[in-house]
């Protein structure tokens, strides 16, 4: 039986010298155990203000906690990692980009519940998980659960958001079995973790509320420049590349 591991990190901020400072965990070993994993550790690395201004974790706060390799979480995860089991998270690419600087080499299958969100939920406004959690109702069900696994849920706070992300991906599961009925729904938002999303309208910009295939018929060259000058992120690439052909 497959183990699936859910997790979210807190860092020291979002550049490529950063580094976690608490990692969130759920362990599933089946419906009826689960380990609850919440851990501070030490870095080097300094925490930006921004940082602390999300999370409010202080330098304070992680005098005497042990580096990351010395977590419990740490040896979980490598205990583990093997493809018949699943690592989740929202948006795992900053996660497990993370878990990389740690050494982390991954073998799990993955399952992004933020990009399975956007398609399955292609007409949400938004797919940050604290919008999710209040627009699709978990809130409702998650002070009995967080009580069942003794997790105080806590927003910008690893187990807290850990335990609104199990709430949605139970509702992602419903909703892989609605739409793609005959499948496998874990298996089924791998696949979809892996696909790019086409966006339908755009979120900024000029354009912003308007849908991308009536700009492309408009103003194609306005999407040029966005290839040609912006960063864009994978879904964007790939709706753009495909409204030009």
Not at 21 to 33: L, S
Not at 175 to 197: D, F, R, W
Not at 201 to 212: A, L, M, N, R, S
Not at 221 to 241: G, I, P
Request: glycine letters at 4%; aromatic letters at 8%; one cysteine or more.
């Amino acid at each position: 039986m497959p183990i699936y591991i859910l997790f979210d990190t807190e860092t020291t901020g979002n550049q490529e010298s950063d580094r976690i400072i608490q990692i969130g965990a759920m362990i599933v070993y089946d419906k009826n155990t689960i380990e609850v994993i919440n851990e501070l550790c030490a870095t080097p690395v300094p925490i930006s203000i921004e940082a602390m201004e999300v999370h409010n974790i202080t330098p304070e706060l992680l005098a005497n906690k042990a580096p990351f390799a010395d977590t419990t979480f740490a040896q979980k995860i490598e205990e583990y990692n093997q493809s018949e089991n699943y690592l989740i998270a929202h948006n795992i690419s900053f996660d497990l980009g993370m878990l990389q600087k740690e050494g982390f080499e991954n073998h799990y299958t993955l399952i992004d519940t933020l990009r399975c969100a956007k398609h399955l939920l292609p007409d949400s406004p938004s797919h940050r998980l604290q919008y999710l959690r209040y627009a699709q109702g978990l809130y409702q069900s998650e002070t009995a659960e967080a009580e069942k696994l003794g997790v105080t849920i806590k927003a910008h706070d690893a187990i807290g958001d850990v335990m609104v992300m199990k709430l949605l991906l139970s509702k992602l599961v419903m909703l892989a079995k609605e739409q793609y009925a005959g499948e496998n729904p874990m298996e089924t938002l791998s696949k979809l973790t892996t696909t790019p999303v086409m966006i339908k309208t755009f979120k900024f910009g000029k354009y912003k509320g308007k849908e991308v295939a009536e700009v492309a018929k408009e103003d194609a060259r306005y999407l040029k420049w966005m290839q040609a000058n912006m960063e864009l992120d994978e879904d964007l690439a790939f709706t753009l590349h495909y409204y030009l052909g």
